[in-house]
T-cell receptor
Framework: EAGVVQSPRYKIIEKKQPVAFWCNPI?????LYWYLQNLGQGPELLIR????????DSQLPKDRFSAERLKGVDSTLKIQPAELGDSAVYLC????????????FGNGTRLTVT | GQQVMQIPQYQHVQEGEDFTTYCNSS?????IQWYKQRPGGHPVFLIQ?????EVKKQKRLTFQFGEAKKNSSLHITATQTTDVGTYFC??????????????FGQGTILTVHP
């Protein structure tokens, strides 16, 4: 099966600019996650979707971050405006069901804010 | 919130030596998953443990879930250079406000000297 697809692979922007990341989960996976991973740290959940519904966005900084999964398939994560501290790897993952299922991660988008 | 601690943070071994990483939680867990992330790569699912005292093996890897379901270990016998990477545990609480939420540890970075 095709894996989780993310784009772009790398992104360099200046602070205060907007940026968007795209994710296409594994076909049939209803649950989609966006994680942030800083260097040397474990992934931290930003938002989790069940189909098109955001069921856990408690860790999403809503003043500058937004996400959508309009048709319950692919998803976009946006940052506007970006700050220097947003430099990190943004990982998308999908799974078959919300509990006790393995997560399948994409290759991530490495964001550098200058 | 959920507190999960992984030790050690770093481990350097000679090829052929054994390696163990530990994952400890402050609360009782519903289940625990283990992931491996190669340098420059994304986390890849290894295994899930659900039952108290459960032990699972994958070739040279042995995974154990504590009797109290608050800790887990991953042991690699006779390490090889292909074992290099960061090993993460990811835990789900058995109850409370974090129920159902998967939280990653900070990982153990393993380097293997040939």
């Amino acid at each position: 099966e095709a894996g989780v697809v993310q784009s772009p692979r790398y992104k360099i922007i200046e602070k205060k600019q907007p940026v968007a990341f795209w994710c296409n989960p594994i076909s049939g996976h209803n649950t989609l996650y966006w994680y942030l991973q800083n260097l040397g740290q474990g992934p931290e959940l930003l938002i989790r979707y069940e189909n098109e519904e955001a069921v856990d966005d408690s860790q999403l900084p809503k003043d500058r971050f937004s996400a959508e999964r309009l048709k319950g398939v692919d998803s976009t994560l946006k940052i506007q405006p970006a700050e220097l501290g947003d430099s990190a790897v943004y990982l998308c993952a999908s799974s078959l069901s919300p509990e006790n299922s393995p997560l399948h991660f994409g290759n991530g988008t490495r964001l550098t804010v200058t | 919130g959920q507190q999960v601690m992984q030790i050690p943070q770093y481990q350097h071994v000679q090829e052929g030596e054994d390696f163990t990483t530990y994952c400890n939680s402050s609360t009782t867990l519903s289940n625990i998953q283990w992931y491996k992330q190669r340098p420059g790569g994304h986390p890849v699912f290894l295994i899930q443990l659900v039952k108290s005292g459960e032990v699972k093996k994958q070739k040279r890897l042995t995974f154990q879930f504590g009797e109290a379901k608050k800790n887990s270990s991953l042991h690699i016998t006779a390490t090889q250079t292909t074992d290099v990477g960061t090993y993460f545990c990811a835990v789900t609480n058995a109850g409370g406000t974090s129920y159902g939420k998967l939280t990653f540890g900070q990982g153990t970075i393993l380097t293997v000297h040939p």
